[in-house]
């Protein structure tokens, strides 16, 4: 038997003997939401978008949400993010609650936390696969040498399997390339979390399957934490536990496979 408490949508991880048959403390998340709600008002109608959501996602662990369209999965991964702000209850990266950071303060808490990979791709179309990468290094490290910062990105383009397209542009590549820029866009930073919302949406069953285990394998080399936003179930059930989000609830969680602790 395993000692993991499944209650609610809160997940709390096994607790393990360490080598002196002492149960360690459990580790503390990386990404936590607290009774997070987010309502909407709009033309006289509110709309409850996330109800009372609890989650927790451990460094180097990899959840999926599963979930119709409508609800809330996309909110859920901006209130995360601090792109939205929840109407009530906690968000905290690795212990620090985001509500207390200024717009600035978020937006540098943001870049170096995160890497976030979208449906769309979103790359910058007169930016070469390589300009695009870099782009992100350069506003976070706008100091930093242009040379150092052009191999970072050469060595991420190279981890996904793409440095001799470093100098094409977006539409010149196949839309599987074209989210692997992404990928290696994401990863440049050497990010702690990793927020994917649909990003197989666009692809094909089999491209998609080869950059969801590219950004997994990427992630597990870094211990990098992802939460994975997916229609495809056959891909949520590749992360170590699904949750599913139905009318702003999450809930649902299944477990995968074994997390070391
Ligand atoms: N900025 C917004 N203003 C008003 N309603 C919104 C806004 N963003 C999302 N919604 C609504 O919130 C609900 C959940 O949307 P979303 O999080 O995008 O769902 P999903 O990603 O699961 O498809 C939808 O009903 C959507 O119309
Ligand atoms: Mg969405």
């Given at each position: 038997?395993r000692?993991v408490?499944y209650s609610?949508?809160?997940?709390i991880?096994?607790?393990?003997p360490n080598?002196?048959?002492v149960?360690?403390?459990?580790?503390s998340?990386i990404l936590?939401a607290?009774?997070?709600n987010l309502?909407?008002h709009?033309?006289?109608e509110t709309?409850?978008v996330?109800?009372?959501?609890?989650f927790?996602?451990?460094?180097?662990?990899?959840?999926s949400v599963?979930g119709p369209?409508?609800?809330?999965?996309t909110?859920?991964?901006?209130v995360?993010?601090?792109l939205e702000?929840?109407?009530?209850?906690?968000?905290?990266i690795d212990?620090?609650?985001?509500?207390?950071?200024d717009?600035?303060?978020?937006?540098?808490?943001r870049?170096?936390?995160f890497?976030?990979?979208?449906q769309?791709?979103h790359l910058i179309?007169?930016?070469?696969a390589?300009?695009n990468v870099a782009?992100?290094?350069?506003?976070?490290h706008?100091?930093r040498?242009?040379?150092?910062?052009?191999?970072?990105?050469?060595?991420?383009?190279a981890?996904?399997?793409?440095?001799?397209r470093?100098g094409h542009?977006p539409?010149a590549?196949?839309?599987?390339?074209q989210?692997?820029?992404?990928l290696a866009?994401?990863?440049?930073?050497?990010p702690?979390?990793?927020?994917?919302?649909?990003p197989?949406?666009n692809?094909?069953?089999?491209?998609g399957a080869?950059v969801?285990e590219q950004m997994?394998s990427?992630a597990r080399?870094r211990?990098t934490a992802?939460?994975?936003?997916t229609?495809?179930l056959r891909?949520?059930?590749r992360?170590d536990?699904?949750?599913s989000?139905?009318?702003?609830?999450?809930e649902e969680v299944?477990v995968?496979?074994?997390?070391?602790?």
């Open positions: 038997m000692d408490d609610g949508s809160r997940w991880p096994p607790a393990r080598k002196e048959g149960l360690s403390v459990v580790p998340p936590e607290r009774d997070v309502l909407f709009t033309g006289g709309l409850h996330l109800r009372d959501v609890c927790a996602l451990q460094p180097g662990e990899v959840a599963v369209s409508g609800s809330g999965k909110s859920l991964l901006m995360l993010a601090g702000k929840a109407t009530s209850g906690v968000v905290s212990g620090t609650d985001i509500e207390a950071l717009e600035d303060g978020l937006a540098i808490f870049r170096n936390n890497g976030i990979l979208f769309n791709f179309p007169s930016m070469t390589l300009e782009f992100t290094l350069e506003i976070a706008p100091t040498p242009y040379a150092d910062i052009r191999r970072a990105a050469l060595d991420a383009l981890e996904v399997g793409l440095k001799e470093a542009f539409s590549l196949s839309g599987g390339e989210q692997r820029v992404g866009r994401a990863i440049v930073g050497e702690r979390i990793l927020l994917a919302d649909e197989t949406g692809l094909d069953q089999a491209t080869s969801i997994f990427l080399g211990g992802i939460l994975l936003i229609h495809d891909l949520a059930a992360a536990r699904t949750l989000m139905n009318q702003g609830r999450l299944t995968n496979r074994e997390v070391m602790a």
